[in-house]
């Protein structure tokens, strides 16, 4: 009876720990997180430019997208930047495109935020539509996982040490 229950322990705490590094390794992997500040469709009318707000804070990185249903220019500006263009005073290296993704580095200054422009311009006759989203990204470390693979290898090993002192008795 002793050698079953040597066995089953043995067999469990195999178990336990398989489980808890399967799950302690994916917990060291942060997680990927994001939040959307910024989801809207709008038209860009012929020969003018649109452009839409979002404030993003400095200490994350963020995510911009957009489609059009045609080709369209595209820059992201600070409020300085903008404020310079609009007086011909700037010109920006335009994207065109009529998608986009990037994600770009934040400051890294936890103090607050700042206000970006994302400028649209269509030099074309007819109307275009554009979908732009600006998220910001951030990485997250699972200490919920990181702390159940600790406790099912913890588990697991002192399983197998009773059992190994009831297999020496036997």
Excluded: C
């Excluded at 580095?105 to 275009?128: L, M, R």
């Amino acid at each position: 009876m002793v050698g079953k229950a040597v066995i089953v322990s043995s067999v469990i705490a195999l178990a336990l720990l398989s489980a808890g590094t399967f799950l302690l390794a994916n917990s060291l992997q942060p997680w990927e997180r994001e939040n959307i500040v910024l989801n809207d469709t709008f038209n860009v009318l012929a020969g003018t430019y649109e452009n839409k707000t979002a404030w993003l804070k400095n200490d994350v990185d963020y995510r911009v997208s957009f489609t059009s249903d045609s080709a369209v220019k595209f820059y992201p500006m600070s409020e300085a930047q903008l404020s310079v263009w609009q007086q011909a005073q700037f010109e920006p290296r335009w994207e065109e495109s009529d998608q986009y993704y990037a994600g770009i580095g934040g400051s890294g200054d936890p103090a607050g935020g700042s206000t970006y422009y994302f400028v649209f311009f269509n030099n074309d006759t007819f109307t275009k539509e554009v979908h732009l989203e600006v998220s910001n990204a951030w990485q997250e470390t699972n200490y919920i996982g990181l702390l159940g693979g600790a406790a099912l290898i913890l588990s697991g090993g002192i399983i197998g040490i009773i059992a190994k002192y009831r297999l020496a008795k036997v």
